[in-house]
C-alpha cells in the first residue's frame, strides 16, 4: 500500500483546507495523524465501522470522509486555529480495527509522506 497526502498550506486562523490521502490499493482503514514540532504524533480521525472519530480538540471542526472508488480519504478542516500548525500524514492498515483503537498509531503499517499544515494568527 501506498499513500500520497496532499493539500496543506499556509492559512490564517478561521480558514479551511481539504487534505486528501490517496491510496493504492483498498486498505480497509485510512486514518489522519498530525505532528506538531516538539510534540509526539497524534491521531486526528478515522472513519471505523461504527462512523467517524476525532480527537476532541478537532471534533465540531473536522470531517473525515472516504471515497470507496477513489480509494482516497479527505480530511475537511474549518475553523482552523494555530495550534492545528503540524505535518498532517495519513497511515493505512489492511484490517480495521475497534473505534477506540484507530487513533493510535501502532497498529498502523503504512504511512504516507506527510503534508505541512501552517495557520498563522
Known amino acids: 500500500v501506498q499513500l500520497q497526502a496532499s493539500g496543506g498550506g499556509l492559512v490564517q486562523a478561521g480558514g479551511s483546507l481539504r487534505l486528501s490521502c490517496a491510496a493504492s490499493?483498498?486498505?480497509?482503514?485510512i486514518t489522519w495523524f498530525r505532528q506538531a514540532p516538539g510534540k509526539e504524533r497524534e491521531g486526528v480521525s478515522c472513519i471505523s465501522r461504527g462512523g467517524a472519530v476525532y480527537t476532541s480538540s478537532v471534533r465540531g471542526r473536522f470531517t473525515i470522509s472516504r471515497d470507496n472508488v477513489k480509494n482516497t480519504v479527505y480530511l475537511q478542516m474549518n475553523s482552523l486555529k494555530p495550534e492545528d500548525t503540524a505535518v498532517y500524514f495519513c497511515a493505512a492498515r489492511a484490517v480495521r480495527v475497534p473505534s477506540s483503537s484507530c487513533l493510535n498509531s501502532i497498529y498502523y503499517d503504512y504511512w504516507g509522506q506527510g503534508t505541512l499544515v501552517t495557520v498563522s494568527s
Open positions: 490499493g483498498s486498505p480497509s482503514l
